[in-house]
Every structure is written in C-alpha cells, then in structure tokens.
C-alpha cells in the first residue's frame, strides 16, 4: 500500500464533528473463572447544525471502549427538523421507563436540560431549548429518549406535505 493510500485511510472525516462521552463504567461479567472486568462507553456525536447521534462502545480497554462508541454514534447520525435554533413543537421521547419532555423556547433562553440530555441538544445545535426528564435519572435511558424524541419532532411544511395540504391550512 502507498504511503498516500495509508494517509487517506487514517484521517479524520473533513466536516467538523463534535465528540462528547456521557458515560463511561465498569463492567464485570461473572465466569466460572472469576470476573471479566470490560468498559462500556456512551457516546453522542452530532455537527452543530442539526444533525446528531448516539453509540455505545465495550471493551476491555478505556479508549477501544470510547472508539468503538464513537464510530456507532458516527454511524448513526441522523438529521432533526429545526425551527430555527430551537424545535418546531412540543415533543415527549419515551424510551423503557424514561421520558424526557421537550419544549420549544424564545431566542435568549438558552438550553435548560441536565446532564446527559444538554450533552446531546448541545452537539446537535439546538441552543434554545426547555427540558424535563420524567420518570429516570439514568443517563442512558435519558439519552435515548431524547434521541427519540428529537426523531419524532416535524416541522409545519413536513406535516402539510404528508397530509397534502398547505402549510396555511395546517397552521
């Protein structure tokens, strides 16, 4: 292999991709030989300008661990309906007991989430924003709410286009 073809392969995708680990454990796997101690990493990636995702990682290594994350949340990337900087509507996302409320805000507000979900609207460029996580303070299962609820969100034109109206009779 040339020396160019290897410099392709190892570089870093050219648009700018933001990295944030949300959660990174310990986890132990009981055998018949004792315990298998490993690291699971959570990851969230997103460009800033509406799109993001999220990828979990295992290994017995920490950074194998937040590598692997990362190339899933890579892969996983998916595009949000915005209504400038902040959401079109009101959303709940719902995932196993967690539910994560999701309401739009005026500009100047701000993104009013904790932890783990203002981890994931900060990557994916919402910067106006108002949040309540019901049900679960688990990191993971926030997350995954939040990323279900922020897939399920549509602006006015999409919901006309699936209808078949237009946008003035939907509003």
Do not use: W
Request: proline share 3%; aromatic share 2%.
């Amino acid at each position: 292999m040339a020396r160019n073809d290897r410099e392709r392969f190892n570089r870093e995708p050219k648009d700018d991709i933001i990295k944030k680990t949300i959660d990174l454990r310990r986890v132990t796997k009981v055998v018949e030989g004792g315990r298998t101690m490993r690291f699971s990493a959570l990851v969230v990636c997103g460009d800033g300008k509406g799109r993001v995702g999220i990828g979990m990682g295992k290994a017995a290594e920490v950074p194998e661990a937040i590598e692997k994350a990362n190339k899933a949340a890579v892969k996983n990337m998916f595009s949000i309906s915005t209504s400038g900087r902040t959401i079109p509507h009101t959303v709940i996302g719902e995932f196993g007991r967690g539910k994560v409320l999701m309401m739009p805000a005026p500009e100047g507000t701000g993104v009013i989430a904790g932890g783990a979900v203002r981890q994931v609207l900060e990557v994916s460029g919402i910067a106006n924003i108002r949040t309540k996580c019901i049900g679960t303070n688990n990191k993971i299962n926030s997350v995954k709410a939040t990323i279900a609820g922020l897939k399920a969100l549509k602006t006015a034109e999409e919901f006309a286009a699936l209808r078949g109206k237009t946008v003035e009779e939907i509003l």
